[in-house]
């Protein structure tokens, strides 16, 4: 293959697609970013981001989000809002397939397609979702307004919605399968000290019910078997993230057992010229501020791939 | 050992133990972060931070260290004025020794120590340190007003700061011992756009001449043999950085041939409960955005091993 479009292609445009962006248009690389939606990834669906260094009261994940955008946008960085549908490497460039089926080659490519809330898996999620069952407290909390709601899960994100939603909720059960919390201290106080928050511990949801739109829960606790049902008009799924990786042919790059993209420390895929950062890639933790050091990572280590080609 | 004074020690007060201050101040453990200085590390020596993910304009380096030192301490991370003298880690707590013999004693430490300028290493260096030898150019700039001035060096940070400098100096010589630079092609092209800069390249600084203060260079050419005199009352280095661990006792940590500490991915030293984060630690790019995910990550492996522990 002797032609290529641009030096580097970003898949993403949360944290770690917008830093991987600010370092290669600064580095004067030609760059074009692929987003499907709107750039910021899961941050735009955070209400205030309280743990991004550089913030001391905080800031509003769309703001931040577009305050990325516009420092990727200022160095250069082509942003172009479409959907990627595949990814053929090559030797020495790589194909980008786009919704049409239209290609883009680059010399490199930079997966940072992040990751999205697993789903319970349990019968009604699917047939509700959006009718009740929701994954976003941000985006729509604000349709419960003195209702009665449930949140699911344990860690850092069902603990800090399940605080945000009492702002709308007059009730909200916190069901969680086991005794004790994941998330962090600090939100299990906050979560304890909160007279609307009635926790349901040792439990997990079996069904989701409704008619039209949700109407309850079928519960069953894990220690002594028993079921029981509860009435509620919403419920909030947080139990953990999955890699957004559907789009890539399995096989093509080495992943984990959930899916998430094996890389080096330099974040460096198992084929030369394509890197993996942020949420996507196999890792301790997942934060805005891992997803800036390894876009910032991943830019570099392809300029010096670049650099070395030729 | 059966007393502590803290959860976590945090050596060093740069971006990333600030940002594993502000995590571990976030997750309530009881948080001791120690700088010799003042916080903010390297940052605090540059002028204007253009690369960290969220300030579209750029951000002031002094400005930026102080809005992560207000948010480590606004999550409950204590830090204090004070030089580290030594480490002696034990089984399951470690000793810091601080000026004064005092010691603090940690469930876990962070070491995140940074590094500094590299000397260049030739007669006169050290004599003329402070008297017309400088490693900050945003420190002494301005002190060259309307003077000829030499920049050694071919990084990014020798170009930046060659450019910087002629905001002050009538004349900057920019000497590099290859015959093309290491820096972004950003600066590069700024470098070589800038009428006040005159490069030198395939050269080295042999001699740093001098009375009271510095009033010249002998150089020689590497490729020629050819030496020759270059007068100037002021010389910024700018070649490199070193790691600062002399206050550690060698063969404690896993180190590089360099200095830096070796960690693994997730930020641990090969001592249980001993942490690496930022410039300090060996890895491929040192950057603010890599130090805060270094920060980050530090403070939660740290987290789950204080959990993991009892």
Redesign the interface.
């Known amino acids: 293959m002797s032609s290529y479009d641009y030096d580097m292609i970003i898949i993403g445009g949360g ?1 770690a697609g ?2 991987a962006g ?2 290669a248009g ?3 690389f030609k760059t074009l970013l692929l987003e499907k939606l709107i750039t910021g990834g899961q941050v735009m669906t955070t209400d205030h981001v ?7 009261e905080g ?1 509003a994940g769309y703001e ?1 989000s577009q ?2 955008r ?2 990727a946008e ?1 160095f250069g960085a082509e942003i172009r809002s479409t959907e990627v549908l595949g990814l053929k490497p090559g030797n020495p460039y790589h194909t980008v397939v786009l919704e049409g089926g239209e290609e883009v080659v680059g010399r490199t490519v930079i997966i940072a397609s992040g990751a999205q809330p697993r789903r319970v898996g349990v019968p009604g999620e699917a047939e509700y979702t959006g009718k009740g069952v929701g994954y976003c407290a941000t985006c729509d909390g604000a349709l419960y307004r003195d209702e009665t709601i449930a949140v699911v899960g344990g860690g850092d994100t069902a603990l800090q919605d399940a605080v945000f939603l009492t702002r709308f909720a007059a009730k909200v059960y916190l069901i969680h399968r086991r005794d004790q919390f994941r998330g ?3 939100y299990q ?1 906050k979560v304890l000290a909160n007279d609307k928050i009635d926790i349901i511990y040792d439990t997990v949801v079996q069904e989701i019910l409704g008619d039209k739109n949700v109407s309850g829960l079928r519960l069953k606790n894990v220690k002594t078997g028993v079921e029981s049902s509860l009435e509620v008009t919403g419920v909030f799924v947080f139990v953990g993230i999955q890699p957004i990786t559907g789009w890539l042919e399995p096989g093509l790059l080495d992943q984990d057992e959930f899916g998430f993209i094996r890389t080096n ?2 974040m460096a895929t198992n084929v030369p010229g394509i890197y993996a950062a942020g949420d996507v890639r196999a ?3 997942r ?1 805005i ?9 991943a830019a ?2 392809a300029e010096k791939y670049l650099e070395e080609q030729h």
Do not use: C, H, I, W
Request: aromatic share 10%; glycine share 10%; net charge neutral.
């Open positions: 944290p917008l830093t600010l370092y600064r580095g004067r309280d743990n991004y260094p550089g913030f001391p800031v931040l305050r990325m516009d420092q200022r962090a201290r600090l106080e420390e330099e890792k301790l933790l934060q501020s891992t997803a800036v050091g390894d876009g910032a990572t570099f280590a």
